[in-house]
C-alpha cells in the first residue's frame, strides 16, 4: 500500500480513537496481546496452541504436557510487550539499553540475558552467515547508533530495517526473532502506527523476505509486507467505529 495513504487511515483513525466502543476495544488489545505472545513464540516453534497461551495469560493456568520453558517463553512474551508499550507511551526512542532490558524480560528465568554472544551461529535455512566475533559486536553498536540517522526512510520502512537489521546481526544466543519482532513493532508504534503480528502460518514468506535483506539488501519486500499488516490492523480497528446511521439513531 502506498505510504501516504497507510498515513492517512492512520491519522483518521487515531482522530476517531475515543469514539471505539470501550468494551470491543479492551477486547481487541488482549485479543491481539495473546495472539502476538503466541505467533511470535511458534515462529520460534513454541507448541503450545492459541488456546493454550490463552489459559495460561489469561486464565493465569498451565498446561500439562507443556515445558517450564514453553510457558515462560509465552509469560515473558506478554511482560515484554507491556514494557515496549511502557516505554512507547512516555515517548523514549528506542536505545541499546531498552533493548537489552526487552531481552532480559524475555528470557527470565530460561536463560543469561542482555549479553551479546561471543560464538559462531548459522541460521537454518538461511544463505547468509551472521557476524561473529569484533565484527558482529561492532555492528550491533554502529546499529543503535545509526537507528537516528536514517531520515530516508519513512516509518514502517524504519521498523522493517530495524528488524530486519537486528536479525542479521543475530546479537544473543537466543531470542533475537522474539526480539526483532519486539523493536520492529517498537518502531511502529512510537510513530503512531498500530502494533502487528505475523501468523506462524505466513512464516515462510516473512523468511524469505528476510532473507532477501540479509542476502541482497533488499529491504522493499519486508516493508512491503508490514505495510500490507499495518493496513489490515487499521482496517479491523476501524470496523469498530459505529456507523453514521447508528450515531443519528441515538
Known sequence: MDYLALVQMKDQLRRNWKRLPETALQSFL?????????????????TLTLIETKTVLEDKLSIGGKSLCEIYEVTNHNKAFSYV??????????????SKNIHAILMENILVSGIYRNCEIRITGAGHKPPAGNEMYSQIK?????????TELNSIELAAYTHAEF???HPFEDGNG???????NYQLMISGFLPISIRK???LQY?????????ESNLQPF????ADLEEKQIREYMSLLPKERDRDER
Open 30 to 46: 488482549n485479543s491481539f496481546d495473546i495472539e502476538y505472545a503466541h505467533n511470535s513464540t511458534a515462529i520460534e516453534g513454541n
Open 142 to 150: 554502529a546499529f543503535y547508533s545509526n537507528l537516528p540517522s536514517h
Open 178 to 184: 522474539r526480539m526483532a519482532r519486539l523493536i520492529m
Open 201 to 203: 502460518e505466513d512464516r
Open 223 to 226: 516493508s512491503d509486507l508490514i
Open 207 to 215: 523468511f524469505e523476505t528476510l532473507e532477501q535483506y540479509a542476502s
Open 167 to 169: 536479525v542479521r546481526i
Open 85 to 98: 508499550k511502557t516505554c512507547v507511551a512516555t515517548q523514549e526512542f528506542l536505545s541499546e539499553s531498552i
